[in-house]
Every structure is written in C-alpha cells, then in structure tokens.
C-alpha cells in the first residue's frame, strides 16, 4: 500500500503522542497487529474501503475484532480515525507508523532473497556487514527463499540492491553472447 500525506500525518500524530504517554513499543506492537489483520483478511480491508457501511457499523466492527488486543491509545486512535472516515486510510497509516517507528529507534530493514534458506552463521554474518555499512544501525532482516535463483543472493537494503545470484549471471552471460560482434567464417 502506497503512504499518503493523510496517512504519514496521522501515524507522525500517533507516534508523538505514545511518546508523550511513554507508551510507544506498546502502540507499535498495536499497529503492527492491525496492519498483520488488515493485510491477512481481505473481508476486513474490503469493510474498511467500503462506502455502504455507516462508520457506526465500522467502530463496532473494529472494536470486536480488536477490543482487548490492543491499548486504549490505539483504540482512541481508531475511533477518530473513523470519525473523521478515514477507515480506508487504516492499512497505509498503520504502515507508515511502522516505517516512522523504525526511523525513530534508528532499526533498518533488509531484505535478502536466496536459492537456499540461512544458516545462523551465515545470517549474523550479512546482518553484521549490513549493520557496519549503515553506521551501525539496528538491522531487522527478513529472509525469503526463491529457488529459481538457483545460488547466491539479493540483497536489499532501503533502495539499494546488491544482485549475486547464479541467475543474474547466467543471464550476464546470455547478454554478453547475443551482443558478441564475432562473425564466424564457416
């Protein structure tokens, strides 16, 4: 989902106002359970989108699914978000709350794909590299495993990427072959 104006507003709101009230992991462990709900449930991202159901309808919708899994700052926050109907807008604020979050406590994330999954060793190894490159930022890594890379890597870090896997090489190659201006005399 695309971060709005709206959205990144919103989420900079919440996230002063949980430093005020000294209750900023526990809003994030909030938004980060709405948006896991939110991404995981089409029914409920449809219901928050759709203009036929009143906000009345929404609020009780959402206070069922959430009362009691999340604090009263997050429940407020979700009722003036609807109040004011921006419900649709739930998703990317609650997206741009995580990003913000992470600026905040300095947490970079990295991405690395792999024809294989990661060994302990090898995970602290990228983790520590990418920590060292970044000015000694906290780094969360996700893993994904995509075997048509056949070996190697990508790495991405923020909007840099760094590409070592078999396949971008074998393609390289097949690059390099098709452009090759020698012309056989047979």
Same mark, same amino acid.
């Given at each position: ?35 896991? =709900? ?25 206070? =069922? ?44 994330? =990295? ?15 990228v983790i520590k590299l990418v920590s060292e490159s970044s000015g ?10 995509? =075997? ?39």
């Amino acid at each position: 989902m695309r971060e709005t104006r709206v959205s990144h507003r919103y989420a900079k709101s919440l996230i002063d106002l949980s430093l005020e009230k000294g209750q900023l992991e526990q809003v994030f462990e909030d938004m980060s359970t709405v948006l896991t =709900a939110i991404r995981e449930s089409r029914e409920l991202e449809v219901m928050l989108r759709s203009p036929v159901i009143k906000t009345d309808k929404k609020q009780e919708i959402l206070k =069922a699914i959430f009362g009691g899994k999340i604090g009263v700052i997050t429940s407020e926050f979700m009722d003036i978000i609807t109040r004011k109907r921006r419900e649709s807008q739930l998703e990317a604020i609650a997206e741009s709350f995580v990003t913000q979050y992470n600026k905040h406590k300095r947490i970079l994330k =990295a991405v690395i794909v792999s024809s294989v999954g990661l060994d302990d060793q090898l995970r602290q190894q990228v983790i520590k590299l990418v920590s060292e490159s970044s000015g000694g930022q906290q780094i969360l890594l996700e893993e994904k495993v995509d =075997a048509s890379l056949i070996g190697g890597f990508v790495l991405t870090v923020g909007d840099k990427q760094v590409d070592a896997s078999l396949l971008r090489q074998i393609r390289n190659m097949e690059r390099a072959f098709s452009e090759n201006p020698y012309i056989s005399e047979l």
